[in-house]
């Protein structure tokens, strides 16, 4: 995605993408599902690293999101797919609220531990709780579309491709427009120097608690996904190594371009699922191997292949990433 | 044993960093890095050997508690988040204050696993909120000039 691509182009690559979906087989789909979910949750991670902030605990969020929609689910039977995101976005949303400004004074590794507490003891909470079912969880029902519900697994699963995907990219579309806006810029100098940007009449712990709770709003719609996906939800989701994850993909991507984390959370995702497949015995081996070599190449991340950098290095990176993906499977 | 090894490396540590010459520099390069290479000190040498020396500590700690305890590939994922909380509680860069936040989570959760066993998953990250909450920085936080 280049700087100036215009808005309206990347709404006809998100309908390109659903489209695209009718053709891949149905293992594509739910993979690309997780992904998009995934990409969502890491983009809000992100947007608050542009603060210079990186929060270990947006698996907070993310069970936030996606307890609100299961417990509305099972209690009133609402099961539309649209209407599940809006409520994880909006459960996710207002958690931040709280949250946010409470966080915001904090900076660098004690805003990443005390975000990693407060999912931690909300994930000991949804443990001891048994109305919740503890540390088993408990099942949702299949969600529908619009009052159509979807017998069929495919077209269930083309559904849930294609509005993760759409929600997922009308994100990203807010998030480039965020980045090139007064606001983003400024979040961009809280991170160099927060003293400055106070001396210029701009509250930077504002700043940090809007990010922090757009972030949080990905992160609750991404939980939505992920449960709708897998139609259960445990205290997992809020688990610190789920948050881990999430930070990963926002690490491997960059905080320079909001398309990389795409790229970033299909690709892990990619190599994940077939060295799952190939190699059971040594797939965690291989994939530590591919972020370790994605660090080592790429110390700013995979949006660094096509942002600003287009030296030979980055070329000869490409080539050697494109080889290590090959190698993968 | 363990108890008296802690205690001693922990002097030792605490004497090195500040009242050594290699302690200064170590020091000096955290506080200002381009001061520093300014100055003539190989900072990414500095780096490398500061990371090797946690390393170290990190193996010591791992064969010391090894016979304690049962031994697993995932076991390492529990002793990252205690031991970022501990130095969160202390603050960072102080010797003492990752002693203190120790003795603190260590008693903290045996007390909880003793009085309270359904508290025993959160307590560490309840104390870390709480300290934080009250002293933002760490309970001992090294003075530092604020760089504008």
Not at chain 2, 77 to 103: C, N, P, R, T
Request: contains cysteine; hydrophobic residues 55%; positive net charge.
């Amino acid at each position: 995605m280049k700087k100036d691509l215009h808005p309206l182009a990347m709404v006809a690559l998100i309908a390109g993408v659903t489209l695209f979906g009718r053709v891949l087989p149905t293992w594509t789909l739910s993979l690309a599902t997780i992904a998009a979910s995934n990409a969502l949750i890491a983009l809000g991670i992100v947007v608050l690293a542009r603060t210079g902030n990186v929060s270990f605990g947006q698996g907070l969020f993310f069970a936030a999101g996606g307890y609100g929609v299961a417990l509305i689910a099972n209690a009133w039977g609402l099961t539309d797919a649209v209407a599940q995101v809006i409520i994880g976005a909006a459960c996710g949303g207002m958690l931040g609220l709280v949250v946010g400004p409470l966080i915001a004074r904090y900076s660098g590794i004690f805003f990443g531990m005390l975000t990693l507490a407060l999912s931690m003891v909300f994930y000991g909470a949804l443990v001891k709780s048994t109305a919740l079912g503890g540390s088993d969880g408990f099942n949702v029902g299949r969600p529908t579309l619009f009052g159509l519900s979807f017998t069929d697994p495919r077209e269930a699963d083309f559904m849930l491709y294609a509005v993760s995907v759409i929600v997922t990219g009308f994100a990203g579309i807010g998030a480039t427009i965020l980045f090139r806006s007064e606001f983003g810029l400024a979040s961009l100098a809280v991170r160099e120097n927060n003293l400055r940007v106070e001396y210029l009449c701009i509250s930077a712990n504002r700043i940090i608690s809007i990010n922090f709770v757009i972030a949080a709003i990905f992160a609750g719609a991404s939980g939505a996904f992920a449960l709708m996906a897998q139609r259960h939800i445990d205290p997992q989701f809020a688990y610190w190594t789920t948050s881990g994850e999430f930070v990963f993909i926002a690490v491997l991507a960059g905080n320079q371009s909001v398309a990389a984390v795409f790229v970033a959370s299909m690709a892990l995702e990619l190599v994940r699922s077939f060295s799952n497949l190939y190699l059971p015995n040594t797939w965690q081996l291989v994939l530590g191997v591919f972020l370790l070599g994605v660090i080592l190449f790429l110390p700013r991340g995979i949006g660094s292949l096509w942002i600003r950098n287009r030296r030979k290095r980055s070329t000869s990176t490409a080539k050697a990433l494109a080889a290590e993906r090959g190698a993968a499977p | 044993v363990l108890i008296p090894i802690s205690a001693l490396i922990g002097f030792a540590i605490w004497f090195g960093l500040n009242r050594t010459v290699i302690g200064k520099i170590v020091l000096a390069v955290i506080h200002n890095e381009e001061m520093s290479v300014s100055m003539g000190v190989r900072v990414n040498r500095v780096y490398a050997i500061a990371f090797a020396f946690g390393v170290l500590l990190a193996a010591l700690a791992g064969a010391l508690t090894a016979p304690k305890i049962s031994m697993q590939p995932g076991l390492s994922s529990d002793v990252i988040i205690l031991s970022f909380a501990i130095v969160v509680i202390g603050g960072l860069g102080s010797v003492e204050g990752a002693a203190v936040g120790a003795i603190l989570v260590g008693l903290a959760r045996a007390a909880s696993v003793h009085l309270m066993p359904q508290a025993e998953l959160f307590v560490i990250y309840l104390i870390m909120a709480a300290v934080l909450m009250f002293r933002p920085e760490g309970l001992f936080k090294r003075e530092t000039a604020r760089r504008i």
